[in-house]
């Protein structure tokens, strides 16, 4: 079970956390969460089958929010999708159909389970569509009812349009929209079901006061914002990305062992910081394990990965990637590892090591898997491979299987079948 929270004062803990980045008139929102409960929520669009890494500090906020004993929103994307959000982008985002969309909103939805408590009552999380107003819109009463309390020439000032129009890349009519439609989005859940808050990035500042203007102007509500910092790495890494490309929050995106691995690779410099922002340990926890030096931060790395991996994917399968961890790096051992599958005739036969390590996921192409090689990172049963000509056959394997590493964290166990 998750830990209780040390205080109901949802902003203190955001505060200790270090999750706000910007607030409007946070005296009087902090009024409102005392005669709560208060409904917030964060939206997404549904750009693909699965939110990554870099969604969860609003996921935690909305995460904190409901076990402060507020009621959190999780709000899809389903119809601003099929125009992009322009923020930060040099290009259109592609567009995509409504079964992919759809079929999107579906993927997103199984990690929710996990984070939120979903039901009726006034604590409960929601998870509601934006298609549901967008769609029915008619355009020329929608421009009239709500273009007149909409500036272009403020537009034009907003980071996520100045920056597009500065680099000199070209920024649709159809995209300079999606500022309005966020707006009446918040407009909508205010009205709908008594939101007054919005939260998200800091890059969505903007779009965020726009809603809040909209709410004054069109019904005389009092609604408020709340971002939280853009998170990078200590070495300048967007968060959510690696080399091999986005850690993928479902399952069946990316497995636990390697979201394990990501967490457990974070930077000296990041760790007491992820702790707060990516667990949910006793601020007391956090500020011990944070002060460990030198060989004993690996222990602190270790726990950060647990509990990290613990919300999305269960406790069970974050802790089986702990003492798979254990056992590989201690004793090289297979089990628990990532696996693929390898006909034993072709071993028999024998494979080179370069397309085996492609194969298994630990090299893009021949070319980096040969880059590997040179560098020292590539490993055979936790020996160097020193040569990319390397033709591997049934002596590499004991028990029907035989290990594959790039580097020091990141092994495959190859499978003969």
Excluded at 147 to 175: A, C, I, Y
Excluded at 226 to 238: Q, W
Aim: charged share 25%.
């Amino acid at each position: 079970m998750a830990q209780a929270p040390e205080t109901r004062d949802f902003l203190a803990v955001m505060r200790q956390r270090g999750f706000i980045h910007q607030a409007t008139d946070e005296d009087a929102l902090a009024a409102a969460l005392k005669d709560g409960p208060l409904t917030a929520y964060v939206g997404y669009d549904a750009t693909a089958d699965s939110l990554h890494a870099g969604s969860l500090v609003s996921l935690m906020m909305l995460r904190w929010l409901q076990k402060t004993g507020n009621r959190p929103i999780i709000l899809m994307g389903g119809g601003t999708t099929r125009i992009g959000d322009p923020t930060w982008r040099d290009e259109s985002r592609k567009m995509l159909d409504d079964a992919t969309i759809t079929a999107n909103i579906a993927g997103i939805r199984q990690v929710m389970g996990r984070l939120f408590t979903f039901g009726d009552g006034p604590g409960d999380a929601m998870m509601v569509n934006n298609a549901d107003w967008l769609d029915g819109l008619g355009y020329v009463d929608f421009l009239r009812d709500y273009g007149p309390h909409f500036s272009v020439n403020r537009m034009l000032t907003m980071d996520s349009v100045k920056l597009r129009l500065e680099r000199d890349q070209p920024l649709s009519f159809l995209e300079f929209n999606y500022m309005i439609l966020q707006a009446y989005d918040f407009l909508e859940l205010a009205r709908r079901h008594n939101c007054v808050l919005q939260m998200g990035g800091s890059d969505q500042w903007g779009n965020i006061i726009a809603g809040i203007e909209l709410g004054r102007r069109v019904d005389q509500r009092q609604l408020f914002g709340l971002t939280c910092p853009l998170i990078t790495t200590a070495s300048g890494a967007k968060m959510g990305k690696t080399a091999d490309g986005a850690v993928w929050l479902n399952p069946d995106r990316l497995s636990a062992w390697d979201y394990w691995q990501y967490w457990r690779n974070a930077e000296d410099a990041d760790v007491g910081r992820f702790l707060k922002l990516y667990s949910e340990l006793p601020m007391a926890e956090i500020a011990r394990l944070e002060a460990l030096q030198g060989a004993e931060l690996n222990a602190a790395k270790a726990v950060l990965a647990t509990e990290a991996t613990a919300m999305i994917h269960g406790r069970p399968a974050a802790e089986e990637a702990a003492a798979t961890a254990e056992r590989v790096f201690a004793g090289g051992g297979l089990e628990g590892l990532p696996e693929i599958d390898l006909a034993g005739e072709r071993l028999a036969a024998g494979v080179g090591v370069l397309t085996l390590l492609v194969e298994a996921g630990l090299a893009a192409s021949n070319g980096e898997a040969r880059r590997l090689v040179r560098g020292g990172g590539a490993r055979l049963n936790d020996k160097a491979i020193s040569d990319e000509g390397l033709v591997v056959d049934m002596a590499a394997a004991t028990d029907g299987a035989f290990k594959l590493s790039a580097g020091r964290k990141r092994h495959v166990r190859v499978r003969l079948v």
